[in-house]
């Protein structure tokens, strides 16, 4: 490892094999580091198993059973991405890859994705964005939100057949760069090549170069306020019998107008027993601006970043290194070996600036270390450029400095400041900044450095102070220069700064434009947010230009942020048919479709169901008119009739009174959705009476399966057309009978019923009818299976299983009645068959009146006696058909059945019986019953009959009527 004053510190902080990581698994392929936070191992002995080691933690390895093809924890978060064949089924011999995200402290699967192509790389390029490399392309997968991958670019040809080993973006995500490596030429075949591809997303553009390894920093130029990005790549190739490495620090994107960074290039000089070692890593310290480049054989190159100077090189692993991420917060590297060490670089604070001052006597490069890093080690180099005084220096330089404690040269300047003793000059301010920035500040203010004073205090937030201090030098700043000198520095200062001139009496000194394109140009979109959403609070509407300003931004870069800010209706002045396609464009669907008014936009946007909330989707349906509503819901429906289906039955549910219930239902009918019909109706059956719409739920929910709620309503419900409800069932021929029982039990279809079941071979829905549902409709059942011709055995069963609760008279009847229908269906002409016939289609009351009138064989006689106590009107019928004068004339006498007599008397013009009648009037007379004597008369007398003529009938009616 490096000596101890050497300007960087190897210190190996873990050994993978120390917490049970076989050294199978210490490779490319199974290990994952993607930040300073966590290394992630894959095993796949003895157990399928993912290994998340937590740097804070090392020795307690979270160890989880999960199979996957590769594993990468987030770099800020305890999130983790899975990518592999074993997670869901999938067709044999296909090349795709399933892809997962976890939250491991929510326990909750954030995203799934089935990629169609095979990823050969992936890698978290930002902690919200995966990039993932394919044999032919990249793509890009945000964790927010539903949004799948994609795609960025294609791989260039010179990646063809190469092993993708990295894959960067540059802090504003406009440059990307793909690095792979392959075998060498056929001349030097150990020397592995190095490619590169550098993409421009502005451009949509590629430049294929030659490289092994490469990474991006910002950069300030001179002159410039913005920083410039620059990308540094180390490449190792043989040309010509001649290995050529050199280190290259290029700036992308010059900004026009602007001070541009000059190219730099350096060799990397490789020890003769390295000559076929290759760098295999790139990183950039952006606490020191220093470049690391580490080869495969554990060479570490250290340059400076904005010159390309050669600053250290030394061998910091005997073993392969194959790993290394960025360690951010200390400005150095961790790296991975083959023993699997785990090794932190880190800058040697007190020796770097000697080192750099003396070994390499290069006393301006130690300056702007000391500058940049805030270093120690250069006061000497303070004291050579300004003070002539070197033996007194000498002296304050001698005593040794404790940890924590002020320097004494720092002192002594302190002293002669105080005793202004020291001429104050900005130069002399500047350069005391570099160690110390309160002393620093003094100088300015004696040396009357005012622009260097306001900086200073912008610097230190203290912005109340610079306007105190500019109205007691009578300055007036430059606020725009200022505000922008700010921005390199502390962007959220710069945001409080400007939040305070827009509070300045008389008004903002700069335009509120002027500051958010400030912000914009650097990128800086949440600092321009948070400025912009303070300002425009009062919500006037000459802000409407910048109200429009703020969602576009956000709409495209951060719509989580825009889709917050509409929520809170805080603007109401802004460009809404703008915003509106910007929010369909970033998905934000619900947004849209609040800001659009004409239907066909409404309809082109409404059918992204999968990415609006359904809730919110359904309180929309309640701002449209009904006929845009209706026209929207069918849209859906055409569009993806089960996955929408549940928000039409929600919507029709709420809105049923406005939308209507007949065009909710027709609606439903018309996709022939008897789901929908089902939920519909289902919310609305217990208000209703109407017959209709009890049938339709009955349909819709046999239709669909639910055979208990069809049991329910047909049970309870007392709305339904019987004959249609009944019809339906037996077409529908349920799989369960109880509905058809139910209806046909209520509504006497007991016939029906039993025929139905018969039929459809459901004996046992006829056993439970009779034995449990209502047992004295035994009879009925009996009936008709007799009448249906079932086998003897079964009705005697059923019979004997209802037992107590038969009724026997009826079920004799029953059976009695099928025995004579058979024998009179033979053709039987017996009288006493069609006697017995007759008595039991009277007792059953089974349209007698058309057996008594239409039978030409039973005896009148026998069958009107057996009417006369039942019915004597039918004994009447019975005697009539039979010309039986003296039981007509007795039973019609006996009842007071005297029309009915009359009528027959009449009919028969006999004379013979006439005497009868006349022994009826005498017995009316006799009676005192004049009223029934005279309805008599008026039917013998008055109606075309034999007896019309009679003078003694007619004298007795006139006298009668007297």
């Known amino acids: 490892m490096a000596a101890a004053n050497a300007p960087i510190t190897m210190k190996e902080v873990l050994t993978l094999p120390a917490i049970g990581i076989g050294p199978q698994f210490i490779t490319f392929t199974n290990v994952t580091m993607e930040s300073d936070k966590y290394i992630c191992v894959r095993e796949t002995a003895p157990q399928n198993s993912v290994v998340i080691i937590d740097m804070n933690m090392p020795m307690q390895p979270l160890r989880r059973p999960i199979t ?97 080993i990295n894959y960067k973006c540059d802090p504003s995500e406009k440059w990307l760069v793909l690095i792979g490596i392959a075998p060498g030429s056929p001349e030097r075949q150990q020397l592995v090549k190095g490619n590169m591809q550098l993409f421009s997303v502005d451009q949509q553009r590629s430049q294929a170069l030659e490289a092994h390894a490469a990474s991006f920093a910002q950069f300030k130029v001179p002159g410039n306020e913005n920083p410039s990005t620059l990308i540094s790549f180390a490449t190792k190739s043989f040309n010509a019998g001649q290995i050529t490495s050199k280190l290259h620090v290029i700036e992308l994107g010059a900004q026009p107008g602007k001070p541009s960074f000059t190219k730099k290039q350096a060799d990397l000089f490789f020890p003769p027993d390295f000559a076929d070692d290759f760098p295999v890593a790139m990183q950039i310290s952006h606490k020191y601006s220093l470049i690391y480049a580490i080869t495969k054989l554990g060479l570490l190159f250290v340059y400076d970043l904005e010159t390309a100077t050669a600053v250290y090189r030394n061998r910091i692993s005997p073993d392969p290194i194959f790993l290394t991420a960025e360690a951010s917060t200390v400005g150095g590297f961790y790296a991975i070996n083959r023993r699997g060490q785990v090794l932190l670089a880190t800058v040697n604070e007190a020796m770097i600036v000697p080192f750099v001052s003396g070994q390499l006597n290069n006393l301006e490069l130690a300056v702007n270390l000391a500058k940049r890093g805030n270093l120690p080690g250069a006061e000497n180099l303070v004291v050579q450029r300004i003070l002539r005084t070197p033996d007194t220096v000498a002296k304050f330089q001698s005593v040794p400095v404790q940890p924590g404690q002020t320097p004494p040269l720092l002192q002594y300047f302190g002293t002669l400041l105080t005793k202004d003793k020291l001429e104050c000059t900005e130069e002399l301010g500047d350069l005391v900044k570099t160690v110390d920035n309160d002393l620093a500040l003094k100088i300015y203010i004696k040396a009357r450095a005012t622009p260097k004073v306001v900086a200073a205090f912008a610097e230190r937030r203290e912005f109340d102070k610079i306007l105190i201090y500019s109205k007691q030098v009578g300055y007036a700043p430059d606020y725009l220069f200022l505000l922008q000198t700010i921005l390199r520095t502390d962007p959220q200062g710069a945001v409080n700064f400007a939040l305070m001139m827009s509070q300045m009496e008389g008004g903002c000194p700069v335009d509120y434009n002027t500051i958010t ?72 669907y619900i947004r849209a479709l609040q800001h659009y008014t004409d239907l066909p936009d409404i309809k082109r946007v409404i059918v992204n169901t999968h990415a609006i909330e359904p809730q919110a989707l359904v309180e929309f349906f309640g701002t449209l008119s009904r006929e845009w509503a209706l026209e929207c819901m069918k849209d859906l429906l055409l569009v993806n009739l089960r ?316 006298f009668d009527s007297d």
Not at 132 to 138: A, E, L
Not at 517 to 536: C, G, K
Not at 564 to 586: S, V, W
Request: net charge negative; proline share 4%.
């Open 68 to 164: 996957a093809d590769s594993a990468l924890m987030n770099p800020n978060s305890r999130i983790l991405a899975l990518k592999g064949h074993s997670f869901e089924a999938q067709l044999p011999g296909t090349t795709q890859d399933h892809l997962q995200i976890f939250n491991i402290e929510m326990k909750a699967k954030m995203k799934s994705y089935q990629m169609p192509e095979q990823i050969v790389f992936w890698k978290w390029i930002t902690p919200k964005m995966l990039g993932m490399v394919t044999q032919t392309s990249v793509y890009h997968w945000s964790i927010e939100g539903d949004s799948e991958p994609m795609k960025m670019f294609e791989r260039t040809a010179n990646l063809q057949s190469n092993q993708i």
């Open 517 to 588: 394109d400030l912000f914009l140009q650097r990128n800086l979109i949440r600092e321009a947010t948070a400025f912009l959403l303070d300002v425009l609070k009062p919500n006037l509407a000459e802000h409407g230009y910048l109200q429009t300003k703020v969602l576009e931004i956000n709409l495209v870069t951060f719509p989580n942020v825009a889709d917050a800010i509409l929520a809170n209706g805080m603007f109401g002045h802004y460009d809404r048919p703008r915003i509106g396609q910007l929010c369909e464009k970033a998905g934000l």
């Open 643 to 958: 996955g929408n289906l549940q928000i039409i039955v929600q919507t029709a549910k709420e809105y049923c009174e406005q939308l209507g219930v007949d065009a909710c239902v027709k609606l439903f009918e018309q996709f022939k959705s008897y789901e929908g019909l089902y939920f519909f109706l289902g919310s609305y059956l217990s208000s209703s009476e109407d017959p209709d719409i009890h049938f339709k739920y009955i349909e819709a929910a046999a239709r669909t399966g639910q055979i208990k709620e069809v049991e329910r309503v047909t049970r309870e419900s007392n709305f339904y057309d019987p004959e249609k409800t009944k019809n339906f069932l037996m077409e529908a021929k349920l799989p369960d009978a109880r509905p058809l029982i139910n209806v046909c039990d209520r509504f006497g279809f007991v016939a029906d019923l039993t025929r139905y079941l018969y039929s459809n071979n459901m004996l046992r829905y006829i056993e439970g009818y009779v034995q449990k549902v209502n047992p004295g409709n035994a009879p009925l059942v009996v009936g008709q299976l007799l009448d249906d011709e079932c086998p003897e055995d079964f009705i005697k069963g059923l019979i004997l299983s209802v037992r107590s609760l038969l009724p026997v008279e009826p079920l004799v009847e029953e059976c009695e009645k099928e025995f004579l229908e058979h024998l009179v269906s033979e053709g039987s002409q017996d009288v006493h068959v069609h006697n017995a016939l007759g008595k039991i289609i009277i007792d059953s009351n089974n349209n007698p009146e058309h057996f008594l009138t239409t039978n030409p064989y039973y005896d009148s006689r026998v069958v009107g006696k057996y009417c006369e106590k039942r019915d004597p009107t039918l004994a009447v019928v019975a005697y009539r058909r039979g010309q039986c004068d003296d039981e007509l004339i007795n039973v019609t006498n006996k009842n007071s059945l005297f029309k009915l007599q009359a009528r027959y008397v009449v009919e028969r013009m006999d004379g013979d019986l006439w005497e009868k009648v006349s022994a009826a009037v005498k017995a009316f007379m006799t009676a005192d019953l004049p009223h029934e004597l005279i309805e008599l008369l008026e039917k013998i007398v008055l109606q075309n009959s034999a007896f019309s003529g009679n003078f003694n009938l007619q004298n007795l009616l006139i």
